[in-house]
């Protein structure tokens, strides 16, 4: 190989930058000293003594703080035992290491908590390593069986707040011991810039977000605790200096790794403020999340990365971010329209037995978790109750259900107070809707729903959290899955599982030649989209709702292939129907997919070419009412995923067709009653 010297020039740059920025590094961002932290903030105070002493005199700004313990002892105790038990249960949880991370099931971690390890896979990192040394690391991990988000989920502390709501409804203070012991444990064994626990900034905001929760629970401890309440603080600040230094707003677009960067940044500017620094932090923090709002969200108020849970993940911190300013002062309209545009999305495609379709990645990921923690990550209607608050509207509150828990430790007293003026009240109707930037169509009627995803890869092109599941329909009826999106799988440990779980033979879709609607390529974050897809028109009316869109995926083939699919919901027959048409000239193969949740019984009938189901009670068939002569279908095996990090075994109905196009074909899926006289399942009819 020729010697390049312009290319060794450049490594050289990039090895010396790399060598630079650390000694940088060392003198900024590392742990201050007590002397050293009076100075950063602005010399105000003479002693720690004085710190802690204004502390405990603040007006509670932040959450929690401002609400008597008393109010929320004696609320859980009148009405609500056993959602106090679940709370403690959790804090016992914490208190014994027993976590249930990303797929792991519940489970001991020891005396000590495995800071640096993939405990799932016995993967442990350099806890001596310099962030950016393993940050650049990492992407050469990729498919080797071990999982880096597994060390940051338990890092990122969520479970702190179930431990100081434990202390607050049962006043035993061993809840604040256990948490702090496990803050002490971890800034002993986590070096400011060093270690897997440094390497995303995304990660490093959420911690110093939820241990400023922690610091709202257990303020009066904390603060009474001369040598914790030093330490801690010192950390946190810290914790600031990094995320200022290192946010993750390089590159072609920005996503929510940004955006919790800020969130972070303004928990600690409102924390600190006061403090040149902190205060440079709130700012750079309330500007830039205002500025993200109009980027990160379509004006029809859905994210922009092409997925529910993320969609979840952004709502969560714009409605949080929002509240926090409010409470320091600030009035910000158009963020505030922009967060109820996002929270109207949240209504819609919340299905009727609360869950939320898992279109797109979903790797579990929250901010904060303030309640009801083992919940179902696909239960976002927590969301509504804090923005029933929020907004004043007691409609939301309603169509959050039970899921209010959110919403009581961010308001206390109001909360408490719109739970009263809603009780009783009747379920509010939410009726179909279009979401035309996004391209997601949602239908629905009674305890039908349905959702056509018709959207771009998302990221303006980059794709990250994508799948090709474009055209793609997820489908309940009568409180069961009838077709489903099979869910994410796992990001990196698995390569294959990767592109499996992302690609369109997974998805309720049609394949053309075994291809790609969009070319997977061999990063497991990128979907480069060539699909245009668009919504042709939709409708929603009183008898039937219905969407009719397209896409370009298989136009790059010799023979050019256009998609067109038409979802109707019939809510008079109970019926939902998918039309599809495929457009070219020549010979091609056709494969229709409709995945089966978990547990779905499945039986085929060659006579008429249908599939008849039952989950659980509820029996329903996918039948076609047109398809081209010579098609055949049958039931195979598939893979389905409730959550990140675990796989189940499902079962799927596929068609399949070769001939020369255009063709038509058309399926009704159906739900069964005694009178339509179909076959039990298992029967041998």
């Known amino acids: 190989m020729a010697y390049d010297p312009m290319a060794a020039a450049r490594g050289l740059r990039r090895r010396v930058g790399r060598v630079v920025r650390r000694l940088k590094d060392r003198a900024h961002l590392a742990f201050p000293s007590e002397n050293g932290f009076l100075r950063d903030l602005g010399g105000r105070f003479g002693t720690i003594e004085e710190v802690l002493d204004a502390a405990s005199r603040d007006d509670g700004r932040l959450f929690v703080a401002g609400m008597p313990r008393r109010v929320a002892a004696e609320f859980f105790a009148n009405g609500h035992e056993e959602r106090c038990s679940r709370i403690v249960n959790t804090a016992e949880a914490a208190c014994a290491h027993r976590f249930d991370l990303l797929g792991s099931g519940p489970t001991v971690l020891g005396a000590r908590l495995p800071w640096h390890a993939d405990f799932k896979s016995g993967h442990v990192y350099d806890s001596g390593a310099y962030h950016d040394d393993l940050r650049n690391g990492l992407a050469a991990e990729f498919g080797k069986g071990w999982d880096v988000k597994v060390p940051w989920e338990l890092s990122r502390f969520q479970h702190l707040p179930a431990l100081g709501q434990a202390f607050w409804l049962t006043g035993e203070r061993r809840y604040y011991e256990e948490a702090r012991a496990q803050i ?38 904390i603060l009474a605790d001369r040598e914790f309440g030093s330490l801690f603080q010192r950390s946190l600040f810290a914790h600031g200096r990094f995320i200022a230094a290192n946010l993750e707003n390089t590159g072609p677009v920005r996503s929510n790794h940004y955006l919790s960067d800020l969130v972070g940044l303004l928990f600690l500017g409102v924390l600190f403020r006061g403090a040149p620094e902190a205060d440079a932090w709130k700012g750079i923090a309330i500007a830039e999340i205002v500025a993200e709002a109009g980027v990160q969200t379509h004006p029809d108020g859905v994210d922009y990365e092409a997925s529910i849970a993320y969609h979840r993940l952004k709502t969560e911190i714009y409605l949080t971010a929002l509240l926090l300013m409010e409470r ?9 329209d922009r967060v109820r545009g996002m929270i109207d999305f949240v209504a819609h495609y919340t299905r009727p037995d ?13 901010l904060q978790i303030l309640g009801e923690y083992d919940a179902d990550r696909r239960d976002h209607r927590y969301l509504l109750a804090v ?14 259900g039970e899921r209010w828990e ?89 390569r294959a599982l990767r592109d499996r779980f992302r ?3 997974a998805h309720a879709t049609v394949r053309v030649d075994g291809q790609e609607i969009n070319p997977l390529p061999d990063r497991p974050f990128e979907l480069p989209g060539i699909d245009a897809p668009r919504i042709l028109r939709f409708d929603s009316r009183g008898g039937f709702d219905m969407v009719e869109a397209e896409h370009s995926g298989y136009m790059r083939l010799a023979d050019p ?32 997919f409709f995945p089966l949740a978990p547990g779905t019984e499945a039986v085929f009938d060659d006579a008429d070419q249908g599939a008849r189901c039952r989950a659980g009670g509820v029996r329903f068939a996918i039948q076609p009412a047109l398809l081209p002569g010579g098609a055949r279908g049958w039931v195979a095996d598939a893979l389905f995923s409730p959550s990140y990090g675990r796989v189940e075994p499902s079962r799927a109905v596929r068609y399949e067709w070769t001939g020369r196009l255009p063709v038509t074909a058309r399926f009704s899926v159906l739900l069964l009653d005694e009178g339509r006289g179909a076959p039990e399942i298992g029967d041998g009819s």
Not at 329 to 335: I, K, N, V
Not at 391 to 399: A, E, F, N, Q, T
Not at 406 to 416: K, N, Q, S
């Open 184 to 221: 002490l444990d971890w800034i002993g064994s986590n070096r400011t810039g060093y270690g897997v626990n440094w390497t995303c900034t995304m990660d490093v905001a959420i911690r110093a977000v939820n241990w400023v929760w922690g610091y709202g629970y257990f303020r009066p401890e």
């Open 328 to 336: 320091s002062g600030f009035r910000l309209p158009g963020l505030r």
């Open 354 to 366: 609360g869950t939320a379709p898992p279109i797109g990645d979903d790797d579990d990921g929250r």
């Open 387 to 400: 923005a029933a608050c929020a907004y004043g509207d007691p409609r939301l509150m309603s169509l959050a």
């Open 406 to 494: 959110e919403a009581f430790w961010f308001f206390g007293e109001r909360c408490i107070e719109m739970l009263e003026s809603t009780a009783g009240r009747p379920m509010p109707v939410v009726t179909g809707r279009v979401y035309p930037q996004a391209g997601i169509a949602v239908l629905r009627h009674e305890d039908m729903h349905a959702v056509l995803d018709a959207g771009e890869v998302g990221l303006k092109g980059l794709g990250a959290h994508a799948h090709n599941d474009t055209l793609s329909v997820v489908l309940q009826a009568a409180g069961r899955d009838l077709v489903v999106d099979p869910g994410v799988g796992a990001y990196t440990p698995d």
């Open 503 to 505: 690609s369109t033979a």
């Open 561 to 592: 292939v256009l998609h067109r699919r038409v979802l109707l919901l019939n809510k008079k027959e109970r019926r939902f129907v998918i039309e599809d048409h495929l457009e070219g000239r020549e010979t091609h193969r056709l494969e229709w």
